[in-house]
């Protein structure tokens, strides 16, 4: 009998000592982050991404603040939260004037259905090129990819000049 209490206190003490503090762990980690640069629509935008390691809180939100390139206030976003979600995309809003190698910052921030934080990221991103490789006007226009008439002109020529930035 005393055998089999000892066992019992052991396997309580052992399966104590194996918990976890969920107040100290992180919900999602950063997964990716990169600056999207859609030649077809003249558009770039920041995109992250996020891992889900622990349950998601039912009317959550994650909430992304993105330094603006041109100056200015920063760019914020609102993600909803659902508990089957294993992957958190926040995508900006356009943005201009990107340069090659500055570090922009980045602010993700989980909150619970409150509004209590739950976790808060904070990272730059990096360009690999300046934004001057994309045209100031989309390309093609609607959704049978038509020939925008302001860079293929009817006379043949072609005017791909990149949006201008103050430098």
Avoid at 32 to 58: D, H, M, Q, S
Avoid at 63 to 92: C, H, N, W, Y
Wanted: hydrophobic share 40%; net charge neutral; proline share 8%.
């Amino acid at each position: 009998m005393r055998k089999r209490w000892v066992v019992a206190m052991m396997t309580l003490i052992a399966l104590a000592a194996c918990q976890r503090d969920t107040a100290d762990q992180d919900v999602v980690e950063l997964s990716g982050k990169i600056f999207v640069f859609n030649y077809r629509v003249a558009r770039a935008t920041y995109l992250v991404t996020l891992r889900r390691l622990a349950p998601l809180p039912e009317g959550g939100v994650a909430e992304a603040s993105f330094e603006d390139p041109r100056g200015g206030p920063s760019l914020t976003v609102e993600q909803k939260l659902f508990p089957a979600m294993e992957k958190i995309v926040l995508e900006s809003p356009a943005i201009h004037c990107v340069k090659k190698g500055k570090p922009y910052s980045v602010t993700i921030r989980l909150l619970d259905q409150k509004g209590d934080e739950l976790q808060m990221i904070k990272t730059t991103i990096a360009s690999n090129v300046d934004q001057v490789v994309l045209p100031a006007k989309p390309l093609s226009l609607g959704p049978a990819y038509d020939r925008n008439p302001e860079v293929f002109r009817p006379d043949g020529s072609t005017d791909f000049s990149p949006e201008s930035c103050p430098e």
